[in-house]
Each structure stands twice: as C-alpha cells, then as structure tokens.
C-alpha cells in the first residue's frame, strides 16, 4: 500500500520499514513536501531509511496547499 507523506497519518507512516515515532514525527512536522526526495535533502530522514521506503510512499500536494499562478496579460 502506497502512504502518501503530504496526508498519511503518524500510524500509517509508522508501518514503513525503518520509520518509528521519531521519524514519523519528523515527515509529519516537515509537511509539506513536493517531492518524496524532499524527505532526505531536508534531513528528515537518512538516505538508508528513505532507500528502503521510497517505493512504498507517494507525494502529492493537497489541493489547499497548492500556489495559485497569476499570469498578467500584456
């Protein structure tokens, strides 16, 4: 099952190998994220750890956090 690290839950995000209270307190507390590598380039969490879960965790922006674009017509 594929956890999404921008929304999934402190519990959810625990099931991954490698993650325990420590970091899953860390992923949620660094939210939000636009890329899973964010998760390593933040030092959220080691790049070992993040070798072992990365094809196990998807990220996609909520829709609330996402920048709105204005363009200026010329």
Aim: overall charge positive; proline content about 3%.
């Amino acid at each position: 099952m594929m956890i999404n690290i921008n929304s999934g839950t402190f519990d959810q995000l625990k099931t991954r190998v490698g993650i325990g209270d420590t970091y899953a307190k860390r992923i949620v507390e660094g939210r939000p994220y636009q890329r899973t590598d964010e998760l390593v380039t933040k030092n959220v969490i080691p790049q070992i750890t993040y070798d072992k879960i990365k094809d196990q965790i998807i990220t996609r922006a909520k829709e609330g956090n996402r920048q709105k674009i204005r363009t200026r017509r010329i």
